[in-house]
Nanobody
């Protein structure tokens, strides 16, 4: 069974930094895309940043220039360095993975979420 373990959330003042980590386990054979989504209270889940297996990245316009996504394929891990955090970044952040445990259909997998709060 695929499991995504997130860590690194917390509370900081506006302008502060946090680094999120996510490690995948559970017999994955193919990992295409890994990344991060977030959901604030009363809002829909939205993309923050993703990276595919070729290293191509996508970022939400609201985080470009402040957040950086990276991957360690040997560890099946993805990271999100968040700098200059703003109150609008406050949300539950979810690790995301698109892949498969076999050579067939790929699926979406989600972590449980880690809370990020930027507040004075």
């Amino acid at each position: 069974q695929v499991h995504l373990m997130e860590s690194g959330g917390g509370s900081v003042q506006p302008g502060g930094s946090l680094r999120l980590s996510c490690a995948a386990s559970g017999g994955l054979r193919v990992i295409s895309t890994m990344g991060w989504y977030r959901q604030a209270p009363g809002k829909r889940r939205e993309l923050v940043a993703t990276m595919d297996d070729g290293g191509s990245t996508k970022y939400s316009d609201s985080v470009k220039g402040r957040f950086t996504i990276s991957r360690d394929n040997a560890k099946n891990a993805v990271y999100l360095q968040m700098n200059n955090l703003e109150p609008e970044d406050t949300a539950l952040y979810f690790c995301y993975l698109y892949g498969s445990t076999g050579w067939g259909t790929r699926h979406d997998y989600w972590g449980q979420g880690t809370q990020v709060t930027a507040s004075s």
